[in-house]
């Protein structure tokens, strides 16, 4: 079975400041990987994913995220926080051999302090 | 493009009462999903359907939550009787079928409190 960990619940980081979210996941095989965002009283957003080749993928917002096989972590990153990324965040893994089923991680609550 | 809709968006039940959820999901997607969401927790699935059918609805509790999608479109998700533990945030999600599944689009969600 396909598991999600995410080890920080909390993360405060000041506006202007780099902000990197930890994701590790338990698979047999190489899943597929995904980061979403919950912003409040909304519902998730998809921000990336991976699913093959270049480990390091780009999605909106300015995130991007680096999948390590060796740590088996996806970890999320930003360069420069705004006010507006104070959410939830979230990682997922999928497989095929799972029925294409997403399995979420915990969360990370993001708080920028201006 | 309108996204998922889902209603209503806050209700508030006494125990052993029922209840009922219901999702418009984004036009043209076949796939639909019913998650729970317990404060504090990621989201977890509670049944899928594709088109009319089910999928997999291996962690509903069938003996309380039952779940229809009768003409392949918008769905119900139905607590009968509710418990304290259900409450949560049910979320409404629908995607395109194969690999483009795991590209969910997700309703605002539905908040229910059992008190």
């Known amino acids: 079975a396909q598991s999600v960990t995410q080890p920080d619940i909390h993360i405060t980081v000041s506006e202007g400041a780099s902000l990197e979210l930890r994701c590790n996941y338990s698979y047999g095989a190489t899943p597929y990987l995904f980061w979403y965002v919950q912003s409040p009283g909304q519902g998730l957003q998809l921000l990336l994913k991976?699913?093959?080749?270049?480990?390091l993928v780009q999605g909106i917002k300015g995130f991007e995220a680096e999948f390590k096989r060796s740590q088996s972590s996806f970890n999320l990153r930003k360069p420069s926080v705004h006010w507006s990324d104070a959410a939830e965040y979230f990682c997922a893994v999928g497989a095929e051999a799972a029925g294409n089923k997403l399995t979420f991680g915990g969360g990370t609550r993001v708080l920028v302090k201006p | 493009e309108a996204g998922v809709a889902q209603s209503p968006r806050y209700k508030i039940i006494e125990k052993r009462q029922s209840v009922a959820f219901w999702c418009n999901p984004i036009?043209?997607?076949?796939?639909l999903y019913w998650y729970q969401q317990i404060l504090g927790q990621g989201p977890k699935l509670l049944i899928q359907f594709q088109n009319n059918g089910v999928v997999d609805d291996s962690q509903l509790p069938k003996d309380r939550f039952s779940a229809e999608r009768l003409k392949g479109v918008d769905s119900t998700l139905k607590i009968q009787p509710a418990k304290l533990e259900d409450s949560a945030v049910y979320l409404c999600?629908?995607?395109?079928?194969?690999?483009?599944?795991?590209?969910?689009?997700f309703g605002p969600g539905t908040r229910l409190t059992v008190t």
């Open positions: 036009s043209g997607h076949a796939t």
């Open positions: 991976y699913f093959s080749g270049d480990t």
């Open positions: 999600a629908s995607s395109l079928p194969g690999v483009l599944s795991y590209e969910q689009y």
